[in-house]
C-alpha cells in the first residue's frame, strides 16, 4: 500500500527520499501493530465537527474517535513529528480541548480521553477532560 501512494515528487535527493520511506514503513508498522492491540470500536475517522463557543463558530475534523467497550468516547490526534507534550501540558492544549468539546458537543458528554499518538515513537500522551479543566479553557478562548 505504502508503495502504491508513494510519490517521490517532492524529493530533490534519492537519499532523502530512501531515509524517508524507511520511516514511513516503521511508522506504518508501529500503528498497524498499536491499532491490532486496540480494543475501542472506531465510531469516526476525520470526524467533521462544528459548533459554537463564546459567540465564534469553531469547525474542524478530529483524527480518530472511539468507543470504548463500556461506552465512554475518546479522541485520537496522530503525530509524526517528535513529541512536545507531556501530561502536564496537554491539559493546556487548544486543540485537544477543542476536540473534547466537539464530543460533548456531539455526542453530549466529555470524552474519557483525549489524547495525542506520536506514532513515530509509539508514544501516547493522555488528556482526560474534567469539566473544570473544559471550562478553564472556555475562559481562554473568549479573550
Given amino acids: 500500500m505504502l508503495e502504491h501512494f508513494w510519490s517521490s515528487a517532492a524529493y530533490a535527493s534519492k537519499q532523502k527520499e530512501a531515509e524517508d520511506k524507511i520511516q514511513a514503513q516503521q511508522m506504518l508498522e508501529t500503528y498497524l501493530a498499536w491499532n491490532e ?3 475501542n470500536e472506531i465510531i469516526g475517522a476525520e470526524m467533521k465537527f462544528a459548533f459554537t463557543l463564546n459567540g465564534r ?3 474542524g475534523f478530529i ?9 465512554e468516547y475518546v479522541v485520537l490526534d496522530y503525530k509524526t513529528g ?5 501530561r502536564n501540558s496537554i491539559k493546556q492544549n487548544i486543540q485537544m480541548n477543542v476536540y473534547a468539546l466537539a464530543v ?8 474519557h480521553r483525549a489524547s495525542l499518538y506520536y506514532v513515530k515513537h ?3 500522551v493522555d488528556y482526560i477532560p474534567t469539566q473544570d479543566l473544559v471550562e478553564e479553557q472556555k475562559r481562554d478562548f473568549q479573550k
Fill in 57 to 59: 463558530s469553531v469547525t
Fill in 122 to 124: 509509539d508514544k501516547m
Fill in 104 to 111: 460533548l458537543d456531539k455526542f453530549g458528554t466529555l470524552p
Fill in 82 to 86: 517528535y513529541t512536545t507534550e507531556s
Fill in 63 to 71: 483524527d480518530r474517535v472511539e468507543r470504548t467497550p463500556v461506552g
Fill in 37 to 39: 492491540r486496540n480494543e
